[in-house]
């Protein structure tokens, strides 16, 4: 009797190591597939970020070109206001002092 007592408490010993070497292999594969779940969702929102960023930077560009083309056109307006007061500033400087001066010939014109 202390045979087959032996027997079945060694049996007995590897069925439950058995079914424990089978619980904890189900639990690490339940942890790795949330692990797995976890990466997925984190990759997911920085990409996500990336893009927000990707399409901030594109709309920054465009208003960058679209500010380039303001600066250029204030820059011909600027020329031209540059071109027109030097004109105006000889034809100021034409008026003859015999008649009294520039305020003189304003003044005469009331």
């Known amino acids: ?5 032996g027997l079945l408490i060694s049996v007995t010993s590897m069925v439950i190591a058995y079914l424990g070497y089978q619980l904890n292999k189900q639990k690490q594969q339940t942890k790795h597939q949330e692990n797995i779940k976890n990466d997925a969702t984190r990759e997911a929102v920085i990409e996500t970020k990336l893009d927000n960023i990707s399409n901030g930077v594109d709309n920054i560009r465009i208003d ?11 820059n011909e307006r600027v020329t031209r206001v540059e071109e027109s007061s030097k004109q105006a500033h000889k034809r100021i400087d034409n008026i003859s002092p015999e ?3 520039f305020f003189n010939v304003l003044f005469e014109r009331r």
């Open 64 to 74: 960058m070109r679209a500010n380039e083309q303001r600066i250029g056109e204030l």
């Open 99 to 101: 008649k009294g001066g």
């Open 1 to 5: 009797m202390s045979v087959e007592l």
